[in-house]
């Protein structure tokens, strides 16, 4: 009996060993289940004496568990979620922050941008402001005085400097067919003031001629003239690049294209007559004049519309 004892004295030890070093491969999760233990090392001249030591040794173990459970409790998942909250929580921290800027950048924008210009309408800026997605309302007002002087007529008899005066108001629609490109269409009304006035020079000592009719500087001193348009209200169709008012956007770009269907240019002419005598034939002469004109000048009824601009967004 003492050698029984004694050998379960030295079985303690390394049982416990054993125990541990099975916790620390399986990264110490699962309990240790006592009757899936083999004790092939212990050595006894009698098979009835081994059995009755590994069922002692069996039951000290699953009696005194203290050490493994303690060990389990310390490895298992649910010891430590802390560094996993804080990593969820950190994630959604970063989210948000990510959806907040792109909503502040967003919201930041008002729909309401301004486009400083320049073009054959004259210079100028609009304002835009955003409808829908895809529609936007244009309000904007060009002008200018342009010298147009040098236009010769009849092997340079008479050479007429004038003034092309422009201001134009102009309603617009723009419509953007594609959700991600600057392209678009617009149309409207432009209500123009625009005008040509100027005077016809003659030559001194030299004979002019209208209508088949010889004159000199003792019959018409100069002439003054007048080109304007029919349809001050006219129609606009054109397309364009850039939106103004993209959300998110701040600057950008705007380029125009376009035809303002103004009418055929009108021409009025009024002569200085120094001879008296000659009134009537010279008016008459005068309106042929004008018709002659006009044959010239008929192709602007389609006024040319090119623009460019920059857009800042409030």
């Known amino acids: 009996m003492e050698d029984i004892e004694v050998s379960k004295s030295k079985l303690r030890l390394p049982l416990l060993e054993l125990t541990l ?64 909250e804080i990593s969820y929580q950190a994630a959604d921290l970063q989210v948000s922050s990510n959806l907040k800027s792109t909503s502040d950048t967003t919201n930041n924008t008002s729909g309401w941008a301004i486009t400083p210009e320049i073009g054959t309408l004259g210079v100028g800026a609009s304002v835009t402001k955003s409808l829908t997605p895809n529609l936007n309302a244009r309000v904007g007002v060009n002008a200018a005085s342009i010298s147009v002087g040098g236009y010769q007529k009849r092997r340079n008899e008479v050479t007429y400097d004038a003034n092309l005066d422009l201001l134009n108001v102009s309603t617009l629609v723009d419509y953007h067919p594609f959700k ?3 392209f678009r269409v617009s149309g409207g009304l432009v209500f123009n003031d ?31 003239g ?38 055929a240019p009108q021409v009025n002419l009024d002569a200085d007559i120094v001879n008296e005598s000659l009134r ?32 800042y967004q409030f």
Do not use: C, H, M
């Open 21 to 84: 070093t099975s916790l620390a491969s399986t990264s110490l999760t699962n309990r240790v289940i006592a009757n899936e233990i083999n004790f092939e090392t212990v050595q006894s001249p009698n098979n009835t004496l081994n059995q009755t030591i590994e069922t002692a040794q069996t039951q000290k173990i699953t009696t005194n568990s203290t050490v493994p459970e303690l060990l389990d409790n310390t490895f298992s998942s649910d010891a430590a979620p802390i560094p996993t």
């Open 180 to 182: 991600n490109s600057g």
């Open 226 to 263: 007048k080109v304007s348009f029919p349809n001050n209200i006219a129609p606009y169709l054109g397309i364009g690049w850039g939106n103004a008012v993209k959300a998110g956007n701040r600057w950008g770009f705007s380029a125009n294209l376009g035809v303002i269907f103004a009418g």
């Open 194 to 224: 625009n005008k040509v006035e100027g005077r016809g020079r003659i030559r001194d000592n030299v004979e002019f001629e209208y209508n088949n009719n010889r004159y000199t500087t003792k019959d018409i001193s100069s002439v003054k």
């Open 280 to 311: 009537e034939q010279i008016n008459r002469d005068l309106r042929v004049e004008e018709r002659e004109l006009e044959d010239d000048i008929k192709g602007f009824k389609f006024y040319p519309v090119i623009s460019v601009g920059v857009s």
